[in-house]
């Protein structure tokens, strides 16, 4: 073993050739889930920085530890830096993942056992927006929303229609699979009548808002929550913007009331993806991903494939498997081996379980971190398409041959793209 070597190597074989083959995967795999993307080297140094030996329970300037010197001002950057980003009143940056900022803006704006309303999680919604199993649907009476029976739209009339019958006291706007642009000031005027909290999840969309390439829903919302590490390309965290009014409340309900120490580590990394994220590459590099997404989605449906909505606004496509004869599952299952990783998804009114859904879900914010543009999307379908076609053929199975013919394809295509940060 040379001196070269990293320290994780020497230390834990077992655990660094993990690393190293994740490493490698990542590299040569054609990443389609709509949720991940390729932080960049600065933001995983962050992430393994001294930051992460350090307790600094409380808010810069008023920690229960001592030592805080630079934790309080990495903190503040971090914060100062998504204010002036997304154009928020306050921030807290400690949430340790979207699923956690969901719980503490709920702590904060709401009472346990408060009518609450969001988006269903088959229609598009998120579990942490009152699904049953979710906390969220245990501690809160949920209603959901849903899409229009045919247009596969949110429906404001529906929204409305059930918060006049409802009258929740806390609303959600926000998904995890819906292919068309948030309507937040129709939210809001919705939430003003029946005088509903409003927040905004954008857990998916925040590269795309603080790229300019989809609506901030800050001032039409009494709060906003995110992750750090889906469009915006941060590390694994979360985020919640709000109103002043509602500052000390968002704090509170973060830490003490449902965190202990924040991840400092990743509080570094996210200082330095909102850095990124100011600039003018990133705001070329949303616009791509949007352009991307809308150019594959077209290349889908020249190849037969039906899109939920027929198109899309944002990141990803929601593919509807139903008239290809295969499952949403099964094509996931059979892509993967084929060097293409995307998820099952439900499509709208899905006759299928959650489990073995009708669709897939396509997102391309790795891809277009890696340099693809609108000239290799054509390609990607091709792909796409040849990996589905021979499992259908091959009954729900795709043929070993095929499918280490075409994870060869998959891995020369993307030889001539680099993707950022291994
Ligand atoms: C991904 C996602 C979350 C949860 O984020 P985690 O970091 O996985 O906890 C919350 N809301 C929405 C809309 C999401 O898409």
Redesign the pocket.
Known sequence: MSIHEPALAQADPETYALVQREDERQRECLRLIA?ENYASRAVLEACSSSMTNKYAEGYPGRRYYEGADFIDPLEQLAIDRALALFGADHANVQP???????LAALLALAEPGDTIMGMSLPAG?????GWKVSATGIYYRAVQYGVHQTSHRIDLDEVRQLAQAHRPRFIWV????YPRALDFAGFASIAREIEARLVA????LAGLVAGGVHANPVEHCDAV???T??SLRGP???MILCRQEHAKAIDKAVFPGLQGGPHNHITAAKAVAFREAATPAFRHYARAVVDNAAALGEALRDRGFELVTGGTDNHLVLVDLTNRGISGRQAAIALNRCGIELNANSIPFDPRKPFDPSGVRVGLCALTSRGLTLEQMPTVADLLQAGIEATVSGHGDVDPAVASRLHGQVREFLSGFPAPGL
């Open positions: 949720s340790y993942s979207g699923s956690p900022a969901n919604g998120h579990l942490t927006h926000g998904h995890s699979a999840d954008i857990a998916h929550t995110t992750t590490h889906k694994r965290g979360g």
